[in-house]
């Protein structure tokens, strides 16, 4: 059972990333959300890191509110827009 499951799971991140690579956003959605499963991806690491690591938040944020985060490293990620402004004011 556990590995019917396993192959379940796989068969519907699959057709995840197929919606997201031909931007059927919608059904993208949808699926994600009547599944409750997450394909937890940005589109490239690379430039999301920089982006964070530049102060980038308005491309950072929008990727971050799709990924399926635990609580508190969504508290943090968000605090960091705050104190990058406050760390300017000072």
């Known amino acids: 059972m556990t590995s019917l499951l396993m192959t ?3 068969v519907i991140k699959i057709v995840l990333q197929f919606c997201k690579e031909n931007s059927l956003n919608q059904t ?3 699926l994600q959300s009547e599944c409750q499963v997450s394909l937890n991806t940005v589109d490239s690491v690379e430039t999301f890191v ?4 530049n102060g980038r938040w308005d491309s950072v944020l ?3 509110s799709q990924l399926k985060l635990p609580r508190n490293k969504l508290e943090d990620l968000y605090e960091q827009p705050i104190n990058s402004i406050s760390g300017c004011l000072l």
């Open 8 to 10: 379940a799971l796989c």
């Open 50 to 53: 920089s982006d964070i690591n």
């Open 28 to 30: 993208f959605q949808t």
């Open 62 to 64: 929008p990727q971050v």
